[in-house]
């Protein structure tokens, strides 16, 4: 990635974390020069001179930016450890205020707490992994978890499948008996075993096959499948609920197998 590619993902990203494009622009050009003048700034970053006063009074009242107030005015961006954690804390912040106020949102009508035969569909690696870690961690009885791409097995899974209390049964599987050593290595209390289901992502698999990701049986009543699409590598999920799902029974049959008898969830 070449330093324009560079310069234009930063600005962006500082737009993903609620920075207007001048104000973004005015700081990634600060990064660049020890100090800089509004006149200079402006021709670094192609920002009207009169919006480059507006943009750094923003970025100052952030923490972002530090004025001198001499004849010109001359400007500098804080240090990057403090500027990234400065954003951090921001946006922590504005999560954190965006959760409270939803959390306190007035449910409108009734909803059925009969969970048969709910299917819900998802998509993007965080979210996913996200809900893989919710739904392991309100596991009371039995996790079943089937990895068929070893780039799923991230620390965070790994530190959440670590946490599982002594009263849940940890049954772990893996697509390849690398993959099995790898995550009987870091998730030590779990029994691992290499699963039977051959065609989650088979040696044979042609490159253009959408390949299983995961696999996830919560209490033999929640699932939860991924697939990885073949050319964009994006995740992609379904999750069942209910004891009495059609997805889940299905899901119980066809995820013992590679299991011992007596540890087959099905049995």
């Not at 999560?95 to 939803?102: F, I, N, P, Q």
């Not at 699963?195 to 033999?220: K, M, P």
């Amino acid at each position: 990635m070449n330093a324009s590619k560079n310069i234009e993902e930063a600005t962006e990203i500082l737009q993903q974390l609620g920075l207007k494009e001048y104000e973004a622009r005015c700081f990634v050009g600060l990064t660049r020069v020890e100090t800089g003048t509004a006149k200079q700034l402006s021709e670094l970053t192609e920002v009207p001179r009169t919006r480059v006063y507006d943009a750094i009074r923003v970025l100052e009242a952030q923490g972002l930016v530090q004025i001198q107030h001499s004849s010109p005015q001359e400007f500098r961006a804080v240090s990057l450890d403090q500027a990234t954690e400065t954003l951090r804390d921001q946006y922590e912040a504005r999560v954190g205020r965006l959760h409270d106020a939803l959390d306190t949102v007035e449910i409108v009508g009734e909803g059925d707490d009969d969970a048969v035969q709910q299917v819900w569909a998802m998509s993007g690696h965080d979210g996913i992994e996200n809900r893989t870690e919710e739904l392991i961690e309100t596991a009371t009885e039995e996790i079943v978890l089937v990895i068929g791409d070893e780039s799923l097995l991230t620390e965070d899974l790994v530190a959440t499948l670590n946490k599982v209390g002594d009263g849940v049964e940890l049954l772990i599987g893996a697509v390849t008996e690398p993959l099995q050593e790898q995550i009987r290595t870091v998730v030590p209390d779990a029994t691992t075993f290499t699963s039977g289901l051959e065609w989650l992502h088979g040696e044979d698999a042609a490159e253009d096959e959408t390949a299983i990701g995961r696999l996830l049986l919560i209490d033999r009543s929640t699932i939860l499948v991924s697939s990885i699409m073949p050319e964009t590598k994006a995740e992609q999920a379904i999750f069942g609920e209910g004891f009495g799902n059609g997805l889940v029974v299905i899901a119980r049959r066809l995820m013992a197998q590679g299991l011992l008898l007596d540890r087959d969830p099905a049995a």
